[in-house]
């Protein structure tokens, strides 16, 4: 059985920006100044959404100089998929059986 992920990660990747720079970190490992070029978001406005990211848990930092690397937590977005993919076999397994409930 998989951990289970907390709906703060689902609020955090559900943001547009936010699920760019994990889409963005998913094949490199980036700095913030990196992040800005690729995204066209204001600095200010960056650091808050990686800010999100990093308390969801969804990134790590790394500190290099003056420059903050960010990395995806794989096991993280692993889990999350996970845990649809166990949904969707729940939600599958009610549909073939016709499971309802009467109503009173």
């Known amino acids: 059985m998989l951990m289970s992920v907390g709906s703060d990660v689902i609020k955090a990747l559900a943001d547009p920006l936010r699920l760019q720079i994990v889409t963005l970190l ?35 930092t790394e500190p290099c100089g003056r420059f903050t690397y960010y990395r995806l937590r794989p ?7 996970g845990q649809f993919g166990e949904l969707a076999e729940t939600a599958h397994a009610t549909a073939t059986a016709d499971i309802k409930r009467a109503c009173p």
Request: glycine share 4%; proline share 0%; aromatic share 0%.
């Open 26 to 60: 998913a094949r490199e490992t980036l700095c913030t100044t990196h992040l800005v070029e690729e995204t066209g978001a204001r600095q200010t406005n960056l650091s808050n959404h990686l800010r999100i990211l990093r308390d969801a848990g969804v990134v790590e």
């Open 75 to 81: 096991e993280v977005i692993a889990t999350l998929a």
